[in-house]
């Protein structure tokens, strides 16, 4: 589900803050902080991510187009879309040696190829055709702990998730804007129970996936 919906379906578990004035961008904070507290805990969260960097992400470096991407980010798979037609995906190769990069930045790639390099410790990444150039969207599956997020960003969360995360929230929302220690203690005790079980569910699912194989 994209991010957007997942902020929906958290709020289903809130029905009376969900409709309280005041508070609707504090329990959007208190979602990501959520959300970066539980991928820490359950490894399954921080797989499958999918970034969609649009051309105005980009700045022009030689002949290629440069970004920022998540440090620590682990990218398993990058391809570029037509956003006109999404169904055209054009694949890129990953350029691993210095030889490569540079042949990138100075427009020595043949034209019929899509290249994409990465500078893992500044989080910087480089693709050519520039998509300021051609218009393409750059789309990025990565696992790590994602802290950002756009409404349209498809997620790997669930409505086990989503439950988690409303406890999460309820707990912050006791605490800080209603002064309510015990109750924010008592949502917490519940958000570690299902953090919990999420991590169990996670451990469970690896395991019988690897005994399959």
Do not use: C
Not at 43 to 71: I, K, M, Q
Not at 72 to 97: C, K, L, Y
Not at 181 to 210: I, P, W
Request: aromatic residues 10%; charged residues 25%; hydrophobic residues 40%.
């Amino acid at each position: 589900m994209t991010f957007a919906d997942f902020k929906t379906l958290v709020r289903v578990y809130l029905p009376i803050h969900s409709r309280r004035e005041g508070i609707q961008t504090l329990i959007d904070q208190y979602i990501k902080a959520g959300l970066i507290d539980l991928q820490r805990a359950v490894p399954t969260l921080r797989e499958n991510h999918v970034s969609v960097y649009t051309p105005a992400y980009f700045t022009t470096d030689g002949f290629t187009g440069r970004a920022v991407y998540p440090v620590g980010a682990a990218i398993s798979h990058a391809a570029a879309r037509n956003p006109a037609d999404r169904s055209q995906i054009f694949e890129f190769r990953f350029a691993n040696t210095q030889a490569e990069k540079d042949n990138m930045v100075q427009g020595l790639v043949p034209a019929d190829q899509r290249w994409i390099s990465l500078d893992a410790p500044a989080g910087i990444l480089r693709v050519t055709p520039n998509p300021k150039q051609d218009g393409s969207e750059v789309v990025l599956v990565w696992s790590g702990t994602k802290i950002d997020f756009e409404a349209t960003d498809e997620t790997p969360f669930d409505e086990a998730t989503a439950e988690a995360i409303s406890e999460f929230v309820l707990a912050r929302l006791a605490r800080t804007v209603d002064d309510d220690l015990a109750a924010a203690q008592s949502y917490n005790a519940t958000y570690v129970r299902l953090k919990r079980a999420l991590f169990t569910q996670a451990n469970h699912t690896s395991y019988v996936v690897g005994r399959d194989k």
